[in-house]
């Protein structure tokens, strides 16, 4: 049914503008000398409603801990980086101590190789994949670049809610390019060998590159293809023009029609919320700022996919946004966004806007506001507003040391009052030897 993609859209939105944004590891911290560095965060967040199968609404308690530590010796071109989190519910029986990464790196000071072994991401191919097994990078001419890798996927030891429904081998190989016409290319072949199905392999191409003779636009292009399948799962091709010193123009074509069994093992679940057939979608997008403190982004985009398997429909999605700085002298930054989904259907749509504001009260203390606004129609036939209210705080307490509060209302169809807090402690530590 078309108010598949309007259901997970809508969600998407209103959890990325109206929620409180998970933990992460933005940027892994390389030290510049021997000794040990990182972030150590602390999260209490009650109540949080969970929804059973029934139906019934339950409130947990959960304390998150997340660890981010990095150890070098740089004379010796050795690097070791580890990011952790810990999950308990304390009114509960679900806890968890999850790896997301803990590799070692060596490499020479002239940067033509790089080694890296043990649990690592690997985004060379089109899919993000969590690995335990070994990267080596080479660079044996200027302006070539060599990327093999393998490793395994054992789907009890990866992270929730990443785990994927069967464990997997992985074995990849990458050459990259910057000497060819000014282009950056890339070709790419891998092999994915799940433990309950069979071995499939993928051959991934992409470039960017400048358009001669001139200085104001560049194309680019993405495709994966389905050896044994013969089919193109993923295309996307675009391009960007500056019209003006202000003003921004992209175009972009996107194809998917990705594989069903891959999601045994996770590695596009998310196209497959919109389609199960091959879904098309043509997008344009504009950036413009008009002066130093407003930035203004459109676009639009018009699908066509297949919700289930004897049906096909059209759909439409608009966003506008403005970044505003009108107010730096006094330490403010606002967003303000709007947009528009059609799912094909005569009542599949959703309409919504979110806002949110950045105050550098003084110095070492920082106020955030948000608040996102959705109605909607959706496929099991509920239809609705939904609201979502944030104030959070970061205030350094001592050096290194940031307290982190927010509150937190949301209301919407399924929970109509739900209040929660959120208390944390976030430590930035760094020991030289």
Request: with cysteine; aromatic share 14%; glycine share 10%.
């Amino acid at each position: 049914m078309s108010k598949k993609i309007l259901c997970a859209a809508t969600m998407l939105l209103l959890s990325a503008t109206g929620g409180v944004a998970a933990y992460g590891q933005t940027e892994i911290i390389r030290p510049r000398s021997l000794g040990l560095y990182g972030n150590a965060f602390m999260l209490f967040q009650a109540p949080t409603p969970l929804l059973n199968a029934d139906g019934d609404k339950k409130y947990v308690y959960p304390f998150y801990q997340y660890l981010d530590l990095s150890t070098a010796s740089p004379d010796h071109n050795v690097y070791f980086n580890t990011f952790l989190r810990g999950r308990e519910i304390f009114n509960g029986d679900q806890e968890s101590l999850d790896v997301y990464n803990a590799f070692v790196e060596i490499s020479n000071t002239p940067g033509t190789y790089e080694v890296r072994l043990g649990r690592q991401a690997v985004t060379e191919g089109v899919n993000f994949v969590l690995m335990d097994g070994a990267l080596v990078r080479v660079k044996p001419l200027k302006g070539l670049e060599i990327t093999a890798y393998g490793g395994y996927q054992e789907n009890d030891l990866q992270p929730e809610p990443e785990r994927p429904g069967d464990s997997f081998g992985i074995f990849g190989i990458k050459l990259k390019t910057d000497a060819i016409l000014g282009s950056i290319i890339s070709v790419g072949y891998e092999l994915y060998a799940p433990d309950d199905f069979s071995s499939r392999q993928f051959i991934n191409v992409a470039f960017n590159r400048a358009v001669p003779f001139t200085d104001y636009a560049d194309i680019y292009g993405l495709a994966e293809i389905d050896v044994g399948e013969g089919n193109l799962g993923l295309l996307t091709t675009g391009v960007g023009i500056t019209v003006l010193r202000s003003l921004y123009l992209n175009l972009e074509y996107d194809n998917y029609n990705l594989d069903q069994e891959r999601d045994e093992f996770r590695l596009d679940p998310i196209f497959d919320i919109f389609s199960v057939g091959r879904l098309q979608q043509a997008r344009v997008g504009v950036t413009f700022v008009p002066v130093s403190y407003l930035e203004i982004n459109g676009s639009y985009a018009y699908s066509h996919y297949d919700p289930s398997e004897d049906e096909s429909t059209n759909g439409n999605i608009a966003k506008l946004g403005f970044m505003f700085d009108f107010w730096k002298n006094i330490g403010l930054r606002a967003f303000q966004g709007f947009y528009y989904i059609d799912g094909g259907g005569e009542t599949d749509y959703a309409v919504g806007l979110n806002t949110s504001l950045y105050e550098q009260v003084m110095s070492g203390w920082q106020l955030q506001f948000a608040f996102a606004y959705a109605y909607y129609n959706k496929i099991t036939n509920q239809s609705g507003n939904a609201f979502s209210y944030i104030i959070g705080s970061d205030y350094v307490l001592m050096k290194d040391l940031v307290l982190r509060t927010a509150l937190e209302f949301n209301t919407n169809q399924d929970f109509h009052r739900d209040i929660r807090v959120d208390l944390g402690l976030s430590y930035f530590f760094s020991t030289s030897m």
